[in-house]
């Protein structure tokens, strides 16, 4: 129709409930983003919770899920704040990998906290720069 194509993929997310229930306008349990950030909720921590969650399953949303997502958050940052990591060099094709296999973003997550861990107790190269920017390009977490 206008000479290219439109897009390459499509994605289309399943279902995301509250208390047991699907979120819908008509049931009035929406949980808006905007009141969120009003709320004072950190946007990467929003996101984090989001992509917790493989975007084909269905899932519930809850103050549970945000709390975990800001523990998970803050044990990232705490190690991309120090100046020796683990070197991400293989977590980081990892997740690539991941993000190319049915954007699998829960797994994707898993690989970031296990190399926050190690880098916690074994961190040997300078190298949390290129590890915030991976994780910022791949999965649009500003850490």
Do not use: C
């Amino acid at each position: 129709a206008f000479g290219r194509e439109f897009a390459r993929y499509y994605v289309h997310a399943a279902m995301i409930g509250l208390d047991g229930e699907k979120m819908s306008k008509s049931k009035g349990n929406l949980v808006f983003v905007s009141k969120l950030l009003s709320d004072g909720v950190d946007p990467m921590v929003i996101r984090w919770a989001l992509l917790s969650g493989h975007y084909q399953d269905d899932r519930q949303w809850s103050g549970q899920l945000l709390l975990k997502a800001e523990n998970e958050v803050n044990q990232i940052r705490v190690a991309l704040a120090q100046s020796e990591v683990t070197d991400p060099t293989q977590m980081i094709n990892d997740i690539v990998s991941d993000i190319s296999n049915n954007l699998d973003t829960p797994n994707a997550l898993k690989r970031l906290l296990n190399w926050s861990l190690k880098s916690n107790s074994d961190g040997n190269v300078n190298q949390s720069g290129a590890v915030s920017r991976a994780i910022d390009a791949l999965l649009g977490l500003a850490l």
